[in-house]
């Protein structure tokens, strides 16, 4: 998907759905807790397998909106919404929120905000994810681990996260654009519809 041209201000509207995105993956953040920890017996990091869900809020309403800031409102609203709801990780919740949407807007900037192709989009979930191993890093969230856990303990996050927040948030937010419900965010080019042949 190539964005179109225009202005690249956030509007009132912009802002309002970016919001209604960020309520809906902020409960699902705090849905998500628990099934991340029916992942950990399975042993060998799998729970960082889904870690991903969490940097979805910010590359979907990108690939939606598709305009400057809006990774960042997205995950930063959405952190919130998981925290009033009482995420496990208490207001800390909030500092990943604006890290992980900061990671992701990083790539969309680097595009200059005008491809929000899959490359890209997997490319801002590989950014989450790098400032949401940081933070961990920085907690203490991260124990000593000899080389080979660390290759699988990151490995395993940046799939998960290149699965969820990048392939997953590109299809639904283009299985949405089909729809025609994102016409009255911006205007559909020539192409739009040809990005999604």
Not at 103 to 131: D, M, Q, S
Request: aromatic share 16%.
């Amino acid at each position: 998907m190539a964005t179109t041209a225009g202005n690249k201000r956030l509007k009132l509207t912009d802002i309002l759905v970016t919001i209604v995105i960020a309520v809906v993956f902020g409960v699902i953040y705090k849905i998500w807790g628990p099934t991340y920890d029916l992942m950990k017996p399975f042993g060998v990091h799998a729970e960082q397998m889904i870690y991903g869900m969490w940097f979805m809020a910010g590359t979907f309403a990108f690939v939606i909106i598709r305009k400057p800031g809006v990774a960042i409102l997205a995950e930063v609203a959405a952190s919130t919404v998981s925290a009033f709801l009482g995420s496990e990780w208490g207001m800390s919740t909030l500092v990943y929120g604006l890290l992980q949407g900061l990671g992701a807007e990083i790539f969309f900037a680097a595009f200059l905000y005008r491809k929000t192709n899959l490359f890209v989009t997997c490319l801002a979930a590989i950014g989450a994810a790098a400032a949401s191993l940081l933070l961990d890093y920085q907690y203490g969230y991260i124990d000593s681990l000899s080389a080979w856990n660390y290759t699988l303990f990151i490995g395993f996050r940046f799939i998960g996260s290149i699965l969820i927040a990048g392939v997953f948030a590109y299809y639904l937010a283009k299985a949405l654009e089909l729809t025609g419900v994102t016409r009255s965010l911006r205007p559909v080019s020539k192409q739009d519809y040809e990005a999604l042949d």
